[in-house]
């Protein structure tokens, strides 16, 4: 739920996007996160793909990765991202908010550079936990927040807990008693 970016835009955001990826590899975010090895990933609002393929490496061929969003230029640049690395286990999603995934069917939800852009933060948060499974991951970034901006809103929710800070990432798991 957040505002498309016009192609051109979006097009010049996706090319520093490429510079930002040199600089300071995806992989570590990911790791971060706890992606390993036949897990299910879920990269909401992953714009032109820079942590889709390495989420896909990283679960490998008996996990899976689905890439939504809401912009259908980001979605062309993630499959052409797929094509190129040959990969089967990513699918895509054309979406404002609703993933159509079966509820708690995701280990890790990433949240990344996005949350500042939510015109509705709370519908986004309740369909993240619905899709991840009990203590899966929610991990969150965004460079665009101050200091625990980010943290704060998400525990405000009541939806999610943290459970770690790391240097790059925020973890936090599903509360049940919401």
Not at 75 to 92: F, P, Q, S, Y
Not at 124 to 138: D, F, M, N, S, W
Request: hydrophobic share 40%; glycine share 8%; charged share 20%.
């Amino acid at each position: 739920m957040c505002a498309r970016q016009p192609d051109l835009g979006f097009k010049f955001m996706a090319l520093g996007y490429r510079f930002r990826d040199m600089r300071q590899p995806r992989r570590l975010f990911l790791a971060e996160a706890g992606v390993t090895p036949g897990l299910t990933v879920l990269d909401y609002g992953c714009g032109p793909g820079g942590y889709v393929v390495p989420s896909a490496q990283m679960v490998g061929s008996e996990g899976k990765v689905y890439a939504l969003d809401i912009n259908p230029t980001a979605l062309r640049m993630v499959t052409a991202r797929i094509e190129k690395a040959h990969m089967a286990n990513i699918t895509t999603i054309l979406s404002d908010c609703d993933t159509r995934l079966t509820e708690s069917s995701v280990d890790v939800a990433l949240l990344y550079d996005i949350y500042h852009d939510l015109s509705d933060p709370m519908a986004v948060l309740t369909e993240l936990h619905r899709v991840l499974k009990p203590g899966g991951i929610l991990s969150s970034h965004d460079h665009h927040l101050k200091g625990d901006m980010l943290t704060e809103a998400i525990e405000s929710t009541k939806l999610f807990q943290l459970t770690r800070k790391d240097p790059l990432t925020c973890s936090f798991t599903p509360r049940n008693n919401w």
